[in-house]
C-alpha cells in the first residue's frame, strides 16, 4: 500500500479489545406475578424518549423492605420488555444483604466486560478504569442492565452506564439518594400487596388443592404474611401441601409462631417478624432429610449451588436429596436457577444458617463445609486437566476419603469448560470458606491449583483474591516453599497486569525463599520472572543483574528452554543498552537452542529482534528481510500476539527504509490484533508506532491524535519509560502549538531523570535542548 492510497477515511477506534456481543443474562420471572400496575406503569415511562432538552434515564431505583418483590417486579418487567434492548441484558445479584460477603463494583465490572466480549487481558486493574472502559463499551449500545440486592451507592454507581441509551434498573432496600444526586436516577418504592391482590397471590397458588377455605381465613392469612409477597408464596404452598387440613388450623400454628417470635425478638420490625414467623413455620413442616438439607444449604460457600454439591453437603444418596430439593423448591423455601442449580433469597439464607446453628453440632457443620470444599478441590482439579495450559509440577492429592468427595469428572474439554464458568464464584468462596475454617492446606492447594486454570484464560480478580487467601494460608502452616510459590503466582499476576513494582517485590520475596532453601530450578524460574517485570519497567541494571544470576544456573541444570529465554533476555537488554556486540552473541545462541528445540514460534520472536538490531546498526535491507520472516512465521504458526511484535518490527524497518504508508498498514494490523488478543500494551505500541507513520507523511493531525491514544494507555498501565517516548513524539507532531508541545516535552524530561541507560539519558538531552521556556 503506497501513501497515497492512504485516504482520509482511516479511523483507528480504541475498543478495549471487545468484540461484538449481544448477552441474555436474564434469569426467568417467577412463575405467578400478581398485579404491580401501577409500579409496571412507572417503569413503562422509563421507555419514552425524553423531551426537548431533557436527558434519558440512566438508573431507576427500586427500593423497599426485604421479601416485598423488588427483584421479581425487575425481572417481570426486564423479560416483558426485552425487545426495547436489541443489544441484550446484563444481570447481576450484588447479593448486598447477603450473609457472605457482597460482590464488589470490581468485580461485577469483570463479569459484566466479559459478557460484552472484552478479553480478560484488556480489563484493567483499577476500578476507575475499569468502569470508564464500561461506559466506554456502552456507549453506542442500548442494553438494560439488572443490579439486583444492591447495598449501598458506592457498590452500584461504577455500573451505571453513561450518558447514552442504556437503562440500569437498581433493586435495594435503600433508597439509593446518592445516584439521584449524581447520576439523576429515579425512584419507586415498592410497597407491600394490597390485602386484594395478597388475597388474590393466595388463591392462585392453593386453588388447585383448595376449594372451600373462608375469605376471612385466608385474610387472616395474609396479615399474618404482613402482605409481602416472598412470605404469602412460602405461606401458600405450605397450605396446598396440605389440602385435607382446615385453614383455621394452619392458621393457629402460624400464630402460635409469630407469637414466639415475637417473644424471642429485640426487633421492633413487624414485617421482619411476620417473615421469620412463616419461615419457621412452613421449615417446622418439612420432613427431617428436607429440614436438614435445608440447614446445610446455608453452609455453602457461594451464591447458588449444583444438586452435585447439595449431595454432598448431605452426604447422602443423590435421589434422596432430589427429593428434598423439590421439597424445598415446592415449599418456596429455595429456588431453582436454571437446570439443578440453586439459590436462597438472602432472607432465607440467614434463617437456614440460623437454623444449622441451632440443630447441627459445630464439629457436623465444619465437617459438612471442609466436605464440600474438598469436592469442589477435586473437581477444579479434574476440570484443570482438561482446560488448563499446564498442569505439570503440581501438588497430587490423595485418594478421596469417600465417595461424595471424589469430585466431579469430565468427558471432555466443553463439559469441564461449562462447570467451570458454572462454578468460578463457588471457587472463590470454597477457598475462602477453607481459609476462614482453619483447614489452611486445603486454602492454600485451591491457590496453587486454581493459578493454572486462571492464567489459562486470565481471570485476573479470582487469580488475585485465591492467591492472597493462599499466600496468607501458607502463612499460617509455616511452608514456606508454599509462601514462595505464591508470591510467585502473584508476581506473574501483577506483571500481565504492568503493576510492575508490585511484580518484582513478590518475585523478590520468592527468591530470598528459594535462596534459604537452595531451591536452585526455582530459582533460576523466579530469577527470570523479576528480569522481565524490570525489563518491561526499563530497569535494565537490575533486569541483567538477575539474568546474570540465572544464566548459570540454568546451564548447570542443562534447562535448554530457561537458557534461550535468559539468552533472550539478555540479548533484549543489550539492545536497549545500544551494546549491539553482545546483544547480538546472545539472540544468536538463543535462536540456535530454540531451533534445536523444534520452537519455532519463540525462535520467530528471537528474529524480530534481529531486525531491529539490524535497524540499529543501519542495515535496512537485512532489517526489513527479518522483520518479514518473523511475520510470516508468526501468521503461518496462528500465533496474533507474535505477528502483532514482528508486525511492529516491520513498521521501524518501513520508516526507515522511507516507506510511511506500509509502515502504517504494518502498525494498524499490529495494533488490531493486539486489541483482538486484548494485549493493550502491545496496543498502545503500535498505535504509538502508527502517529510516527502518520507524522512521516505529514498528517500532523492524525499523528498527534494516536500518540494521545498511546500516551493515555502508557497512563493507563503506569509504563513510565513509554509514556515518555510518546510524549516525544507527540510534541514532534504539534509544531503550531507550543503550549501543548512543551508541556508534553518538559513531562517527558521529568521522566526521563529517573532512567540512567544512555538511550534515555540521549533522550532527555534531545529534549532539553529543544524546551522552550514555561509559558
Same mark, same amino acid.
Given at each position: 500500500m503506497q501513501a497515497r492510497d492512504i485516504g482520509g477515511d482511516v479511523t483507528f477506534i480504541y475498543g478495549g479489545g471487545a468484540r461484538p456481543i449481544a448477552p441474555r443474562q436474564l434469569p426467568r420471572g417467577i412463575r405467578l406475578f400478581v398485579n404491580r400496575a401501577s409500579d409496571l406503569a412507572r417503569l413503562d415511562e422509563l421507555l419514552e424518549s425524553p423531551g426537548a432538552g431533557e436527558e434519558p434515564v440512566v438508573a431507576y431505583v427500586i427500593s423497599g423492605t426485604a421479601g416485598v418483590g423488588k427483584t421479581s417486579l425487575a425481572l417481570h418487567w426486564a423479560n416483558r420488555?426485552?425487545?426495547?434492548?436489541?443489544?441484550?441484558?446484563?444481570?447481576?445479584?450484588?447479593?448486598?444483604?447477603?450473609?457472605?460477603?457482597?460482590?464488589?463494583? &470490581?468485580?461485577?465490572?469483570?463479569?459484566?466486560?466479559?459478557?460484552? &466480549?472484552?478479553?480478560?487481558?484488556?480489563?484493567?486493574?483499577?476500578?476507575?478504569?475499569?468502569?470508564?472502559?464500561?461506559?466506554?463499551?456502552?456507549?453506542?449500545?442500548?442494553?438494560?442492565? @439488572?443490579?439486583? !440486592? /444492591?447495598?449501598?451507592?458506592?457498590?452500584?454507581?461504577?455500573?451505571?452506564?453513561?450518558?447514552?441509551?442504556?437503562?440500569?434498573?437498581?433493586?435495594?432496600?435503600?433508597?439509593?439518594?446518592?445516584?439521584?444526586?449524581?447520576?439523576?436516577?429515579?425512584?419507586?418504592?415498592?410497597?407491600?400487596?394490597?390485602?386484594?391482590d395478597s388475597l388474590q397471590l393466595l388463591t392462585e397458588v392453593t386453588r388447585r388443592y383448595r376449594h372451600?377455605?373462608?375469605?376471612?381465613?385466608?385474610?387472616?392469612?395474609?396479615?399474618?404474611?404482613?402482605?409481602l409477597p416472598l412470605a404469602l408464596s412460602i405461606a401458600a404452598e405450605r397450605a396446598a401441601g396440605r389440602p385435607g387440613m382446615p385453614l383455621s388450623d394452619l392458621l393457629a400454628d402460624l400464630r402460635d409462631e409469630s407469637e414466639?417470635?415475637?417473644?424471642?425478638?429485640?426487633?421492633?420490625?413487624?414485617?421482619?417478624?411476620?417473615?421469620?414467623?412463616? *419461615?419457621?413455620?412452613?421449615?417446622?413442616?418439612?420432613a427431617p432429610s428436607a429440614a436438614r438439607l435445608f440447614c446445610l444449604l446455608g453452609l455453602h460457600p457461594g451464591g447458588e449451588l449444583s444438586e452435585a454439591a447439595a449431595a454432598v453437603l448431605a452426604r447422602g444418596d443423590l435421589r434422596q436429596v432430589r427429593n428434598s430439593l423439590a421439597a424445598l423448591t415446592g415449599a418456596s423455601l429455595l429456588a431453582e436457577q436454571g437446570y439443578r442449580r440453586y439459590k436462597f433469597h438472602d432472607l432465607l439464607r440467614v434463617y437456614a444458617i440460623d437454623r444449622a446453628q441451632q440443630e447441627i453440632s459445630q464439629g457436623e457443620q465444619l465437617a459438612a463445609v471442609t466436605r464440600v470444599c474438598e469436592w469442589y478441590l477435586r473437581s477444579a482439579f479434574n476440570c484443570g486437566l482438561k482446560i488448563a495450559h499446564d498442569m505439570t509440577h503440581l501438588f497430587e492429592l490423595p485418594p478421596a476419603g469417600a465417595a461424595e468427595t471424589a469430585g466431579a469428572a469430565f468427558e471432555d474439554h466443553p463439559a469441564a469448560m461449562a462447570w467451570y464458568l458454572s462454578e468460578r464464584a463457588n471457587l472463590v468462596g470454597a477457598t475462602r470458606a477453607a481459609f476462614q475454617t482453619g483447614n489452611f492446606r486445603l486454602a492454600w492447594q485451591f491457590g496453587a491449583l486454581l493459578e493454572r486454570i486462571y492464567t489459562t484464560f486470565n481471570h485476573f480478580q479470582d487469580w488475585r483474591a485465591t492467591s492472597e487467601l493462599a499466600l496468607a494460608a501458607a502463612g499460617q502452616l509455616g511452608l514456606p516453599e508454599g509462601e514462595a510459590a505464591m508470591h510467585e503466582s502473584l508476581g506473574r499476576l501483577a506483571r500481565m497486569l504492568m503493576q510492575l513494582d508490585e511484580a518484582a517485590a513478590h518475585?523478590?520475596?520468592?527468591? /530470598?525463599?528459594?535462596?534459604?532453601?537452595?531451591?536452585?530450578?526455582?530459582?533460576v524460574k523466579a530469577l527470570n520472572g523479576v528480569a522481565w517485570a524490570r525489563l518491561f519497567a526499563h530497569r535494565?541494571?537490575?533486569?541483567?543483574? /538477575?539474568? !546474570?544470576?540465572?544464566?548459570?544456573?540454568?546451564?548447570?541444570?542443562?534447562?535448554?528452554?530457561?537458557?534461550?529465554? @535468559?539468552?533472550?533476555?539478555?540479548?533484549?537488554?543489550?539492545?536497549?543498552?545500544?551494546?549491539?556486540?553482545?546483544?547480538?552473541?546472545?539472540?544468536?545462541?538463543?535462536?540456535?537452542?530454540?531451533?534445536?528445540?523444534?520452537?519455532r514460534l519463540n525462535e520467530t520472536m528471537v528474529t524480530s529482534f534481529h531486525s531491529y538490531l539490524a535497524l540499529a546498526r543501519g542495515d535496512i535491507t537485512r532489517a526489513l528481510a527479518a522483520a518479514q520472516e518473523a511475520v510470516d512465521v508468526s501468521a503461518d504458526l496462528d500465533s496474533s500476539l507474535f505477528e502483532a511484535t514482528a508486525l511492529i518490527y516491520l513498521g521501524k524497518a518501513q520508516l526507515a527504509a522511507g516507506s510511511p504508508g506500509?509502515?502504517?498498514?504494518?502498525?494498524?494490523?499490529?495494533?488490531?490484533?493486539?486489541?483482538?488478543?486484548?494485549?493493550?500494551?502491545?496496543?498502545?505500541?503500535?498505535?504509538?508506532?502508527?502517529?510516527?507513520?502518520?507524522?512521516?507523511?505529514?498528517?500532523?493531525?492524525?499523528?498527534?491524535? *494516536?500518540?494521545?491514544?498511546?500516551?493515555?494507555?502508557?497512563?493507563?498501565?503506569?509504563?513510565?519509560?513509554?509514556?515518555?517516548?510518546?510524549?516525544?513524539?507527540?510534541?514532534?507532531?504539534?509544531?503550531?502549538?507550543?503550549?501543548?508541545?512543551?508541556?508534553?516535552?518538559?513531562?517527558?524530561?521529568?521522566?526521563?531523570?529517573?532512567f540512567p541507560d544512555?538511550?534515555?539519558?540521549?533522550?532527555?538531552?534531545?529534549l532539553l535542548a529543544r524546551v522552550g521556556p514555561a509559558r
Open positions: 420488555v426485552g425487545d426495547h434492548f436489541p443489544d441484550g441484558q446484563l444481570y447481576i445479584d450484588l447479593r448486598g444483604y447477603d450473609p457472605g460477603p457482597p460482590v464488589t463494583p &470490581g468485580e461485577a465490572l469483570e463479569q459484566f466486560l466479559l459478557a460484552l &466480549g472484552v478479553l480478560a487481558v484488556a480489563i484493567p486493574h483499577d476500578l476507575g478504569a475499569k468502569a470508564s472502559l464500561y461506559r466506554s463499551v456502552l456507549a453506542d449500545k442500548k442494553m438494560l442492565i @439488572i443490579l439486583d !440486592n /444492591a447495598a449501598s451507592v458506592p457498590q452500584v454507581r461504577p455500573l451505571v452506564p453513561g450518558a447514552g441509551r442504556s437503562l440500569a434498573v437498581v433493586t435495594s432496600r435503600s433508597q439509593l439518594t446518592g445516584l439521584r444526586v449524581r447520576h439523576g436516577a429515579q425512584r419507586g418504592t415498592l410497597e407491600t400487596l394490597s390485602e386484594e372451600d377455605d373462608e375469605p376471612a381465613a385466608l385474610a387472616e392469612l395474609a396479615r399474618l404474611c404482613a402482605y414466639l417470635w415475637n417473644a424471642l425478638s429485640t426487633d421492633d420490625d413487624a414485617e421482619a417478624n411476620s417473615v421469620r414467623s412463616v *419461615f419457621a413455620w412452613s421449615y417446622r413442616a418439612l518475585y523478590d520475596a520468592a527468591i /530470598a525463599v528459594y535462596r534459604e532453601r537452595d531451591d536452585r530450578p526455582s530459582l535494565l541494571d537490575d533486569a541483567m543483574s /538477575a539474568l !546474570n544470576e540465572a544464566l548459570p544456573i540454568a546451564r548447570e541444570l542443562g534447562e535448554g528452554f530457561l537458557i534461550a529465554v @535468559i539468552l533472550f533476555g539478555l540479548g533484549y537488554a543489550h539492545l536497549q543498552l545500544l551494546l549491539f556486540d553482545e546483544a547480538e552473541g546472545y539472540l544468536d545462541e538463543s535462536r540456535q537452542i530454540f531451533r534445536a528445540l523444534g520452537d506500509e509502515a502504517l498498514e504494518s502498525y494498524l494490523a499490529s495494533a488490531r490484533r493486539s486489541r483482538r488478543e486484548g494485549d493493550v500494551s502491545r496496543e498502545g505500541w503500535a498505535i504509538d508506532g502508527a502517529g510516527r507513520a502518520y507524522q512521516m507523511l505529514g498528517r500532523l493531525d492524525d499523528a498527534a491524535d *494516536f500518540h494521545r491514544r498511546a500516551i493515555a494507555i502508557c497512563r493507563r498501565l503506569g509504563d513510565r519509560w513509554k509514556l515518555a517516548r510518546s510524549l516525544e513524539r507527540l510534541a514532534d507532531a504539534l509544531p503550531d502549538d507550543l503550549d501543548e508541545a512543551g508541556r508534553a516535552r518538559r513531562e517527558a524530561i521529568e521522566i526521563l531523570a529517573d544512555p538511550k534515555s539519558r540521549a533522550a532527555r538531552e534531545r
